[in-house]
T-cell receptor
Framework: AQSVTQLGSHVSVSEGALVLLRCNYS??????LFWYVQYPNQGLQLLLK??????LVKGINGFEAEFKKSETSFHLTKPSAHMSDAAEYFC??????????FGKGTRLSVIA | NAGVTQTPKFQVLKTGQSMTLQCAQD?????MYWYRQDPGMGLRLIYY???????DKGEVPNGYNVSRLNKREFSLRLESAAPSQTSVYFC????????????FGDGTRLSIL
């Protein structure tokens, strides 16, 4: 069965600093991997999706993630944090024909 | 574009009461999902419907029932609410296949006293 581990339930960065949110997955077959973002009092929105077409995936709002099979990782990055990036971020994995499995989330705070 | 609409947005119940959460999507998606979100737990799948006429249990189905009323609507019922079911409930939909991106509603915040 697949699983996802997000390292750090809370990450705090200064405005303009690099954002790095970590995600490691476990899957017995090649996975599909997703990052979603949740703003306060809203549902989740898709940031980006890995489908094996390219290991570096670009998403919305300047975010990108790199799939590293050897490290079973799919970390999310953004070169320069903006105040509007403050939200909760979820990594999720699918492998085979089973439904999406979400990590427990990382709350990103951006300090002015 | 409405996307995924959930009703109600907030509800307070007493232990033992029953309630149905409604979800409708206007994107002609085949698959629909119900999740609950609890602090520090991420999203956990309660039930899903891969297509009209089918439903399957997810990770935490106990205490819940679902109905896929038609292609647009997927409801979640609590027959006898318990305090442990206090949570935020999200409905989502996607095109066919679990590897398709899911579109989420804004959630129903449910408190059970």
């Amino acid at each position: 069965a697949q699983s996802v581990t997000q390292l750090g339930s809370h990450v705090s960065v200064s405005e303009g600093a690099l954002v790095l949110l970590r995600c490691n997955y476990s899957s017995s077959v090649p996975p599909y991997l997703f990052w979603y973002v949740q703003y306060p009092n809203q549902g989740l929105q898709l940031l980006l999706k890995y489908t094996s077409a390219a290991t570096l995936v670009k998403g919305i709002n300047g975010f990108e993630a790199e799939f590293k099979k050897s490290e079973t990782s799919f970390h999310l990055t953004k070169p320069s944090a903006h105040m509007s990036d403050a939200a909760e971020y979820f990594c999720a994995v699918i492998s085979g024909n089973t439904p999406l499995v979400f990590g427990k989330g990382t709350r990103l705070s951006v300090i002015a | 574009n409405a996307g995924v609409t959930q009703t109600p947005k907030f509800q307070v119940l007493k232990t033992g009461q029953s309630m149905t959460l409604q979800c409708a999507q206007d994107m002609n998606h085949n698959s629909m999902y119900w999740y609950r979100q609890d602090p520090g737990m991420g999203l956990r799948l309660i039930y899903y419907s891969a297509s009209e006429g089918t439903t399957d249990k997810g990770e935490v189905p106990n205490g819940y029932n679902v109905s896929r009323l038609n292609k647009r609507e997927f409801s979640l019922r609590l027959e006898s609410a318990a305090p442990s079911q206090t949570s935020v409930y999200f409905c989502a939909s996607s095109a066919s296949g679990h590897n398709q991106p899911q579109h989420f509603g804004d959630g129903t915040r449910l408190s059970i006293l």
